[in-house]
C-alpha cells in the first residue's frame, strides 16, 4: 500500500518562534487524529532543529539541498547536514527554486543523488507553466521533467522517491488543477514510471498534488484513485487549515 502523505511547504515564512509555535499547534493537532496521511512540514533551514524537537508523530523535511557533498559552497547546506540533523524528507525542485535560482534537472538529478545517499526521503517537484498547458505540452514537459532528473536511478533507489506534481499555473495563484486535471497526470506520471521501472514500482510510489490546495477542496482532489495526498503552500501556514487538508483523507 503507497504512503498518503500531505506535506506543509513553508517556504520562507515565519521567524523562528513562530515557526516552533506553528509546529508545536500542527503536531497537537495531528496527533489527535487517528491513521490517514503522514503529515510532514518543511520549515526553512535555520528552524529546523528546533522545530524537530517538538514533533512525534509529524515527520520533518527541508524545502532544498546542496548539489556538491561538502566544500567551499558559501550558503549551502549539504544532505548530510541534513541526516545528521535528524532530517527525513526533503523538497527537490520547487518551481521557485527551478523559476529563480536556476535549478535544472541535470542540478536535480545531482540533489537527488545526494538526498537518496545519506538516506533522505526527496519529494521531487514537477509541473508545466501555463503556456505549456495551454499548448496541450504539459504531460510531455512532466515525462521529460521526470526523465532528465530521476530516470538515472536504480529500482531500489527510485522506490524511495516520492513526486509532487505542482502545476505552476495553481501555486500560490488561488486556482486549482480540477479533480480530473490531476488525476489525468497523475495517472500519467505512474505509467511513465511504470514504463521505466515496472508497475510494481509504480504502484507503490507516492504522488502528491500541489498548488493552491485548501480545506475546501482537498477531498475532492484526494478522492482520485493515483492522488496520494498533497504539498501544501499557504494554507500549511495555519495549523488548522492544515490540519483540515490532513483530514480530507
Ligand atoms: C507550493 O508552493 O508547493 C504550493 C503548492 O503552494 P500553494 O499551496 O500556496 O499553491
Given at each position: 500500500m503507497r504512503k498518503k502523505i500531505v506535506a506543509g511547504?513553508?517556504?520562507?515564512?515565519?521567524t523562528l518562534q513562530e515557526g516552533v509555535a506553528l509546529a508545536q499547534t500542527v503536531e497537537q493537532m495531528a496527533s489527535a487524529l487517528s491513521g490517514g496521511a503522514q503529515v510532514v512540514v518543511a520549515p526553512p533551514f535555520l528552524h529546523l532543529t528546533e522545530v524537530k524537537k517538538v514533533l512525534k508523530t509529524v515527520s520533518i523535511a527541508a524545502q532544498n539541498c546542496a548539489?556538491?557533498?561538502?566544500?567551499?559552497?558559501?550558503?549551502e547546506v549539504s544532505a548530510a547536514m541534513l541526516k545528521s540533523a535528524g532530517i527525513e524528507y526533503v523538497i527537490l525542485g520547487h518551481s521557485e527554486r527551478r523559476a529563480y535560482y536556476g535549478e535544472t534537472d541535470a542540478i536535480l538529478a545531482k540533489k537527488v543523488d545526494l538526498a537518496l545517499a545519506n538516506g533522505l526521503t526527496p519529494i521531487f517537484c514537477c509541473g508545466e507553466v501555463l503556456s505549456e498547458r495551454e499548448q496541450n505540452l504539459h504531460l510531455g514537459v512532466v515525462k521529460t521533467q521526470l526523465a532528465d532528473a530521476?530516470?538515472?536511478?536504480s529500482a531500489e533507489q527510485f522506490s524511495r522517491i516520492v513526486i509532487a506534481y505542482e502545476p505552476v499555473w495553481a501555486i500560490g495563484t488561488g486556482v486549482t488543477a480540477t479533480s480530473d486535471q490531476a488525476q489525468e497526470m497523475h495517472h500519467y506520471i505512474r505509467g511513465v514510471l511504470a514504463e521505466k521501472y515496472g508497475a510494481a514500482v509504480a504502484n507503490e510510489i507516492s504522488i502528491l498534488y500541489g498548488g493552491s490546495c485548501k480545506p475546501s477542496n482537498a477531498g475532492e482532489l484526494f478522492?482520485?484513485?493515483?492522488?496520494?495526498?498533497g504539498l501544501i503552500g499557504g494554507a500549511s501556514l495555519e495549523a488548522g487549515d492544515f490540519i483540515g487538508i490532513v483530514k480530507a483523507f
Open positions: 511547504n513553508w517556504k520562507m515564512n515565519k548539489a556538491e557533498s561538502s566544500g567551499a559552497y558559501t550558503g530521476l530516470f538515472h536511478l478522492a482520485n484513485p493515483d492522488v496520494d495526498g
